[in-house]
């Protein structure tokens, strides 16, 4: 029979101590307000521990948590996880098929490239509410996986290690939170991620990944600040890219409604756009190929073309807006252009061309430059 079991708080509680040493599967500890200190190698099966605190960083659970291989489930709620050495918070092993939830809590990493959360086996991790600073969040090639984070954050950047790492097979759906650093996959990866109202500062994509993106903000302003690449597929809706795009090898992309400063596609890459804007500059090269329907191309001086096509891509265009602003559109080697332009009266475009046969563009005067 499942017990709940008080720490800490009133003169007649049970001790920490032994609160461990005689647990129980089903059991709940409801804790105290307080520092906890967890001995090194305990092992939590079937457990509940509550922290009973305003916050959850009144309970303090100083040590890092294991998982034990045959635990059907552990539940922290309103409580801090604080690692006191260079191992992960939270490790869940290979053997473990179960869940392991979070609610309002803080999850604190060491500050260095070991996994403040690190998950093996087959594993349900469900994130409410919660913070985790300090390390990522990181399913493991082996890993038989499903995430499920809403209202929370991770707050790891760094130019060397992901915030969420996901390889190993799973879905990850991610609502309302923000992670400050990279959501990345790997080339061993076979998973589907769902990231919706959301912010992030990368997405970086590898391996067999399926991304839905839906009213979500990628923050940073580098070139890459989405990358795909390998086999993935992507359908992005209302989403917002303060940066790059970078789209290369067999991906395949579907983009409506959204903003996007740069865009660079390359190799075999195939993309759908819709409704959407690309601020700044957008390049197809190789064999990329690109179908837009009411999309806007603007451009500025940073960038000599607004929009280039070379080797042998093709964009295929229908009721497209173009805004040069003094820039040209560069449609160079066997590359092919094709549209219909909807555009103001008093816009100029100037065509920098290799072969004009390979130039169609109806209902927009230009001017051909031969290269």
């Known amino acids: 029979m499942a017990r709940i079991i008080r720490v800490g708080g009133s003169s007649s509680a049970t001790s920490w101590h032994d609160a461990l040493n005689d647990l ?3 059991d709940v500890l409801m804790l105290g307000p307080g520092y906890y200190y967890l001995p090194q190698g305990r092992k939590l099966t079937d457990i509940t521990i509550k922290g009973t605190g305003s916050l959850a960083e009144d309970t303090t659970i100083y040590g890092n948590i294991s998982v034990s291989e045959d635990s059907r489930y552990v539940t922290l709620e309103n409580l801090c996880v604080n690692t006191t050495t260079d191992n992960n918070s939270i490790f869940v092993p290979i053997e473990t098929d179960g869940y392991v939830t979070l609610r309002n809590c803080c999850v604190k990493g060491y500050g260095t490239d070991t996994a403040a959360i690190a998950i093996n086996g087959k594993v349900t991790l469900e994130l409410y509410s919660t913070k985790v600073t ?7 090639e082996n890993a038989d996986f499903r995430l499920e984070m809403n209202d929370s954050q991770i707050d790891y950047p760094s130019e060397n290690y992901c915030a969420l790492a996901l390889e190993g097979h ?26 919706n109202n959301s912010e992030v500062d990368y997405v970086l994509l590898h ?13 940073a302003k580098d070139d890459s600040c989405l990358y795909l ?12 890219f303060n940066g790059g795009i970078y789209i290369d ?8 409604n959204s903003t996007i400063d740069r865009m660079v596609v390359v190799d075999e890459a195939k993309v759908t756009m819709n409704n959407s804007i690309i601020m700044e500059h957008a390049d197809f ?12 191309f603007i451009g500025n001086m940073n960038y000599e073309y607004f929009l280039a096509l070379s080797g042998k891509a093709q964009l295929n265009g229908h009721d497209l807006v173009l805004h040069p602003n ?3 559109l560069a449609v160079q080697d066997e590359a092919k252009l094709k549209t219909n332009v909807l555009a103001e009266q008093n816009d100029t475009l100037n065509v920098e061309y290799s072969k004009r046969p390979n130039v169609y563009i109806l209902g927009m005067h230009w001017t051909a430059k031969k290269k």
């Not at 090269?285 to 806007?296: I, L, P």
């Open 24 to 26: 129980h599967a089903d």
């Open 134 to 140: 300090g390390g990522s969040v990181s399913m493991y």
């Open 170 to 195: 799973g879905t990850a759906i991610i609502n309302n939170s923000n992670i400050r650093g990279s959501i990345s996959t790997f080339t061993k990866t076979n998973a589907e991620l769902d990231l």
């Open 207 to 219: 391996g067999q990944t399926w991304m839905n993106m839906l009213n979500s903000t990628i923050t």
């Open 229 to 240: 690449s390998d086999d993935c597929w992507s359908n992005i809706v209302n989403s917002k």
């Open 249 to 256: 090898k067999k991906t395949h992309t579907i983009i409506q």
């Open 285 to 296: 090269q190789d064999k990329s190929n690109c179908e837009a329907t009411r999309v806007t």
């Open 326 to 328: 003094q820039a040209d």
